[in-house]
């Protein structure tokens, strides 16, 4: 079975500079699918100069995996942009002929449905399902993030037929459990979300209720959301704002070295990846009860909850960080390619038996 992993538009993947939600679980699937075995290759616009090589440390090497670059470049969030890609993207699959198309993203799907190849395309959309996004197709099948999404997407007998549920993964080197902590309270997110959605705004006010505890946030994308943050941290002691969190060791270490992650998001989480994350380096979770996160805290590994005094009574609660590492492992990324495999594998063979 040849895969053809589609990744995403709007920034450059294979390496990931700064965090990315969808981005991150390209990276990840492809990491995920060369350490099994599989022959696959993957899709991406067109990367840097400056970064034409993967590094880990101080060794620089090409990745162990094909990558086929588009001539155009990431084109930022604007999805009325993506349609030169995916047209690019088409191209290079008519050439590749794979047995299996995976879109980590449904926009990708119109160009290829008149491909004839099976189009496994997953949703990870922090909102409601828009009219047209689960088009009824022989070729195409879908996979959602969380049990929360499938639920809510998934309606119609035809289309729970056709779905998955199924997180994103995380590799191994994600695995770092934190043993040496530096007592601060963490927030991480693309300011592009604004000020409400991921819970700023919340986090800011548990800074200023709290005085005597340390709040440390992270975030890049909108420039009048940083002044403000530049602001306040001039305006409260104990709190403080560190801009962009590049991917490797320093994300590692920001998670591992929390006392806790604070997601208080208000929007409905499709996932959370960042909760995994921070899982996955022995570090709890408070956040709300929207969306998926439920479903990602479990019980003695954190807090979900809409009750903002609940929040912040968390805020004095000890966990145990032991028990959160070891739940993140159902997080794995072999966990994800393995059923990813058995879902195409099935596909193709309901194909050959309707043939």
């Keep these: ?85 995916i047209e690019e993207a088409r191209q290079i699959l008519q050439i590749e002929r794979p047995d299996v198309i995976w879109c980590q993203g449904h926009w990708s799907v119109p160009p290829l449905l008149d491909l004839g190849t099976p189009i496994l395309t997953t949703f990870q959309d922090s909102h409601e399902k828009r009219p047209g996004w689960m088009p009824r197709h022989e070729n195409l099948f879908f996979r959602f993030v969380s049990r929360f999404l499938y639920e809510l997407w998934a309606v119609e007998e035809w289309e729970r037929e056709r779905s998955l549920a199924l997180p994103t993964g995380l590799v191994d080197e994600e695995y770092d459990l934190g043993t040496d902590r530096d007592d601060y309270f963490l927030w991480v ?36 959301i940083e002044r403000r943050l530049r602001k306040i ?16 060791v320093a994300h590692r270490n920001a998670f591992k070295r929390a006392r806790a992650f604070l997601m208080p998001t ?12 921070s899982l996955s380096k022995g570090t709890p979770v408070i956040g709300s009860a929207n969306g998926a996160l439920p479903e990602l805290i479990a019980e003695g590994c954190g807090v979900s909850s809409n009750d903002f005094a609940r929040l912040e009574a968390a805020l004095e609660m000890d966990f145990d960080s032991r028990r959160c590492f070891e739940h993140s492992k ?14 195409s594998d099935s596909i193709l063979r309901r194909g050959a038996l309707g043939a």
């Design 330 to 343: 159902r997080f794995h990324v072999e966990h994800e390619v393995r059923e990813l495999l058995r879902a």
């Design 266 to 277: 208000q929007i409905l989480e499709a996932l959370g990846r960042t909760v995994i994350e």
């Design 1 to 85: 079975m040849k895969i053809a992993l589609i990744g995403n538009y709007g920034h450059q993947q294979f390496p990931l500079i700064s965090y990315g939600g969808v981005e991150s679980s390209v990276e990840t699937t492809a990491w995920g699918l060369h350490r099994a075995g599989s022959n696959f290759f993957c899709v991406v616009p067109r990367r840097g100069p400056r970064f034409p090589r993967f590094r880990r440390g101080s060794r620089s090497y090409a990745y162990p995996f094909e990558i086929i670059e588009t001539r155009r470049g990431p084109t930022g969030q604007a999805r009325r942009k993506a349609r030169g890609f």
């Design 189 to 224: 997110a693309a300011l592009s979300w604004g000020w409400h959605e991921k819970g700023l705004d919340l986090f800011v006010e548990l800074a200023r209720r709290n005085p005597r505890k340390r709040f440390v946030a992270y975030g890049t994308g909108n420039r009048e």
């Design 233 to 248: 941290e001039g305006e409260l002691s104990n709190f403080e704002f560190r801009g962009e969190l590049l991917r490797g």
